[in-house]
Structures are given as structure tokens and as C-alpha cells.
């Protein structure tokens, strides 16, 4: 059986007052299992590059596992992440949860030069690069050539050691059947699969996977003490969003990523860690 994870999503806003490395403390005490920042470098909102962010939050957390929520494939050369990822894993204690995805914001592609890739060639890309990492985690020389990304020969040292999970957020048939093959764990938003979509998505990635485990985690806004009319957030009182959180659990998704909303992401968390967490741990 697999142990449920429990994580709260910190913003990687740079603007000022924003304080990513105390809101992962604050987690971390409150008894979360992972952190999470998405990886959006292109804007007008003063941000931090995720990767960097993540390094000097794992630097300032002794227990709490690292998540990236998901890196965009076509921003990093895929045998560069491996190298990268190696070394926060290595850094951290062997905290790092490695999301990756297809990368949905072509204007950001756009904005920095890297092209825009279509629907499948982001998808090749994502198999491409999840070859190449592991292969790089775990061959002396490694020569892959895939159809976006292609290895020579190519030797990284030292190894993990110990494995380095890969989440994907993914949504399209292709995507999901990838996820079910290759991936440790599914991550979709609430926003973008409702749950009866979510549903059914899990199936076709359970499929794929022909029984290989492949952890279910789903991306949950949400916000105690309101009655909000949104259908992508999780709302109202604590037993309110016990119930709701319970029925998605239900559906299968028995790890979630919390993503506060509202003005007070702090005391939201805080909140849903000691109202709402002790109970639904208990439900799982």
C-alpha cells in the first residue's frame, strides 16, 4: 500500500513581502510531506526561477520533500535536468520529487526564443527526456536519440543514490498513456480535471501502467471558512472541505498538492493542516 502525501504549493513570487523559504518552513512544521512551486519564468509579476527557489528551500528544510509542479520539458535541456536533479536530490537528503509535463504556455516559449513545440511533439519531448534522465541515473555512458532530444555516450557522475520520483501533469490521451508506461506518479489540477474527468483520465493511466504503481496525486486549490461559487476550488467549512476532499480520495487520488486561495495563503494552511489533515489522513 502506498503511503498518501499530504503537500502545500508555495508561490514563487519575488515581489516584495513574498517569503517562499518561510512559507516551506512553516510547512514543514505543520506537518506536510512536500512543497511545490510551478515553473512559469516568463511574465510581468516578479518571480523566482523554480529550480533556483527549490535549492534555497531545500538548503533551509531538514525533512519536507521537494516538488516541482511541473517543469516545462522544453525550457532545460533534458540531460542537464538529470545532472540538476541529481544534485538537489544528493543535497537534500534525497527529498526530490521531480514533476515534469509538456509545458502548456506557448507564449512563454515564445517570449524566450525556444520555439513552440506542437501538442505532440511536447509530448515526445516529455518520453524523450524521461528516458534520458533515467538512463543517465543509471548507465556508465548513455546514448539515447529520441525525437526531440538525443544523449551521446554521455557519462554522469556520481548516481543517485537513492531513486528519484517523476510526477507528470498531463491531460491528453497520448499524455496519459505516457504517464501509465513511464511515470511514478500523475498530477493533474483540479482546474483543468474536474474530478468525474479526473476519473476517467486515471483509468487510461492505470491502464497504460498494466500494474506498475503509479501514484495519483491530485492539484487541489482551496479555502476555509468561505463558500466559494468556483468549481476549481475546494470551499467552505472545515467539514466542508473534509467531505469534498474525502470524495476525491474516493475517486482514487490519496495524495493531494493543497493550493491555498484567498488573501491569507499562511493561515489557510495552517488551518487545513490542523482543521481538516488529521481526518483525512485518517480517511486514507
Not at 68 to 78: H, K, Q
Not at 103 to 116: H, I, K, M, N, T
Given at each position: 500500500m502506498t503511503t498518501p502525501l499530504f503537500g502545500l504549493g508555495i508561490s514563487?513570487?519575488?515581489?516584495?513581502g513574498a517569503d517562499p523559504v518561510s512559507d516551506a518552513r512553516a510547512a514543514e512544521e505543520l506537518g506536510y510531506d512536500f512543497v511545490s512551486t510551478s515553473d512559469h519564468p516568463s511574465g510581468t509579476e516578479p518571480s523566482y526561477e523554480v529550480w533556483t527557489m527549490l535549492t534555497?528551500?531545500?538548503?533551509?528544510?531538514?525533512?519536507?520533500?521537494?516538488?516541482?509542479?511541473?517543469?516545462?520539458?522544453?525550457?532545460?535541456?533534458?540531460?542537464?535536468?538529470?545532472?540538476?536533479?541529481e544534485s538537489l536530490h544528493r543535497l537534500s537528503g534525497g527529498r526530490l520529487i521531480l514533476g515534469l509535463g509538456?509545458?502548456?504556455?506557448?507564449?512563454?516559449?515564445?517570449?524566450?526564443?525556444?520555439?513552440?513545440?506542437?501538442?505532440?511533439e511536447k509530448v515526445d519531448g516529455m518520453v524523450d527526456a524521461i528516458h534520458i534522465m533515467r538512463g543517465l541515473w543509471s548507465q556508465p555512458e548513455f546514448s539515447y536519440r529520441g525525437d526531440r532530444y538525443h544523449t551521446e555516450q554521455a557519462a554522469m557522475e556520481p548516481k543517485p543514490d537513492t531513486p528519484i520520483p517523476i510526477w507528470l501533469g498531463t491531460?491528453?490521451?497520448?499524455?496519459l498513456a505516457a504517464t501509465g508506461r513511464l511515470a511514478d506518479g500523475w498530477i493533474p489540477s483540479l482546474g483543468f480535471a474536474p474530478p468525474e474527468q479526473a476519473a476517467v483520465m486515471r483509468e487510461r493511466v492505470l491502464s497504460a501502467a498494466q500494474g506498475r504503481p503509479v501514484r495519483c496525486v491530485y492539484n487541489v486549490p482551496f479555502e476555509i471558512g468561505t463558500g466559494s461559487g468556483s468549481?476549481?476550488?475546494?470551499?467552505?467549512?472545515?467539514?466542508?472541505?473534509?467531505?469534498?476532499?474525502?470524495?476525491?480520495?474516493?475517486?482514487?487520488?490519496?495524495?493531494?498538492?493543497?493550493m491555498p486561495a484567498g488573501p491569507d495563503p499562511r493561515g489557510q494552511a495552517e488551518r487545513l493542516a490542523l482543521e481538516v489533515l488529521p481526518e483525512l489522513r485518517a480517511l486514507v
Open positions: 514563487a513570487s519575488a515581489a516584495q534555497w528551500v531545500a538548503a533551509a528544510t531538514s525533512r519536507v520533500k521537494i516538488a516541482t509542479r511541473v517543469l516545462g520539458v522544453p525550457y532545460r535541456p533534458p540531460a542537464m535536468v538529470a545532472k540538476m536533479a509538456g509545458g502548456y504556455s506557448d507564449e512563454e516559449f515564445r517570449a524566450f526564443g525556444l520555439g513552440v513545440p506542437t501538442p505532440r491531460y491528453g490521451n497520448r499524455a468549481p476549481s476550488v475546494v470551499a467552505g467549512s472545515p467539514q466542508a472541505v473534509l467531505d469534498r476532499l474525502g470524495a476525491l480520495a474516493a475517486l482514487g487520488f490519496t495524495s493531494m498538492n493543497f
